[in-house]
């Protein structure tokens, strides 16, 4: 993964309090030993289908807010994968659950997908490219360290476990590529000349959309609208 003086991992240590929260959350345990009630999983795989909607505008924001080609075409990378692939495993895992696609579209949408996604397209327009993938990457790099760990968990990739397909796919070295990359680019918009009060103001973005992934959670967890 990345070093210790990325940017990622500073920002991780700055708000390592909310990164626990969120990694090691009561949600996260159930899918690692199976013992998450089916109906949280599935009303969280809706309302995920639903945020990954929202990112992939996100990082059409990107695509806007770049300033040379090689960050537009990696941000179009990114929602091209998004809408094409990770959606698409949203749909092929739902379906195991008797919902289609047409059922995830009509999902209305919970209050905490409203208010993490809408948080990440307000920073992104309001700020530049580095506030808005502040904003994004404790979801990409999130979800690499708790599949990764889930992963080495007993059974936790075995079929006995209903949730051994999710784990699967974000402990994947293709996705630990994509966690690196989006790691890589946050030390590369920043630059290495980050002051103080720009640092801080990031760590505000990184904590505020880490505590939102928490509530993501919960809201799976409670079944929450």
């Not at 070093?3 to 700055?14: C, D, Q, T, V």
């Not at 919970?110 to 307000?122: I, K, P, W």
């Not at 397909?165 to 980050?194: H, K, M, P």
């Not at 103001?201 to 919960?218: G, N, P, S, Y």
Request: net charge negative.
């Amino acid at each position: 993964m990345a070093p210790s003086s990325s940017l990622f991992e500073r920002l991780k240590a700055a708000a390592s309090d909310e990164w626990s929260a969120y990694t090691d959350h009561a949600f996260v345990r159930g899918l690692g030993d199976g013992s998450l009630p089916q109906a949280c999983f599935r009303h969280y795989l809706a309302q995920d289908y639903l945020f990954l909607i929202h990112f992939a505008r996100a990082y059409a924001l990107a695509v806007y807010k770049s300033r040379n080609l090689a960050d537009m075409r990696s941000a179009g990378k990114t929602m091209s994968a998004l809408l094409d692939m990770e959606m698409g495993l949203h749909v092929r895992l739902c379906a195991g659950w008797g919902l289609s696609e047409a059922d995830l579209e009509a999902t209305p949408e919970a209050s905490a997908t409203m208010a993490y996604t809408r948080y990440v397209l307000e920073e992104g327009m309001r700020g530049d490219l580095l506030d808005l993938h502040v904003a994004l990457v404790p979801c990409v790099i999130g979800y690499w360290e708790i599949g990764k760990a889930l992963a080495a968990w007993p059974g936790a990739l075995e079929e006995i476990n209903p949730y051994h397909e999710w784990i699967g796919e974000y402990s994947t070295e293709a996705y630990r590529e994509v966690a690196e990359e989006a790691s890589a680019r946050l030390d590369r918009l920043a630059g290495g000349n980050l002051s103080e009060s720009r640092f801080a103001d990031l760590v505000r973005i990184f904590r505020q959309a880490t505590k939102l992934e928490v509530d993501f959670w919960q809201m799976g967890l409670d079944l929450a609208d």
